[in-house]
Nanobody, 126 residues
Framework: QVQLVESGGGSVQAGGSLRLSCAAS??????????VAWFRQVAGEEREGVAA????????FYVDSVKGRFTISQDNVKTTVYLQMNSLKSEDTAIYYC?????????????????WGQGTQVTVSS
């Protein structure tokens, strides 16, 4: 059973930084076909993808609203995926979820992802 465990959320002032981590059980991130993404959700709104990576290839993708501010990466042993968030804005406030899947056709389509973490709250105050 694959488990994704997120950490690193918290409260920060606008302009600040946070780094989220997503640790996976087993060798999930070592499989070339697996994609990992960070989604976020505000109460009452749709869950939206913000960044994605294929750990086996290193390809990365970002939604326009976070380009230049967020960076998704993996550690060298491919057990953890990170989301470095800089220049945070109040509109980045949300619960952030890590997701992984081996049959991802569209990187920001949530239903393509099989495994999900429990979510971590990010609050940015202006």
């Amino acid at each position: 059973q694959v488990q994704l465990v997120e950490s690193g959320g918290g409260s920060v002032q606008a302009g600040g930084s946070l780094r989220l981590s997503c640790a996976a059980s087993g060798d999930l991130y070592s499989r070339n076909a697996v994609a990992v993404a960070w989604f976020r959700q505000v109460a009452g709104e749709e869950r939206e993808g913000v960044a994605a990576i294929w750990p086996g290839f290193g390809s990365t993708f970002y939604v326009d609203s976070v380009k230049g501010r967020f960076t998704i990466s993996q550690d060298n042993v491919k057990t953890t995926v990170y989301l470095q968030m800089n220049s945070l804005k109040s509109e980045d406030t949300a619960i952030y979820y890590c997701a992984a899947g081996s049959r991802v056709g569209s990187v920001f389509r949530r239903y393509d992802y099989t495994y999900w973490g429990q979510g971590t709250q990010v609050t940015v105050s202006s």
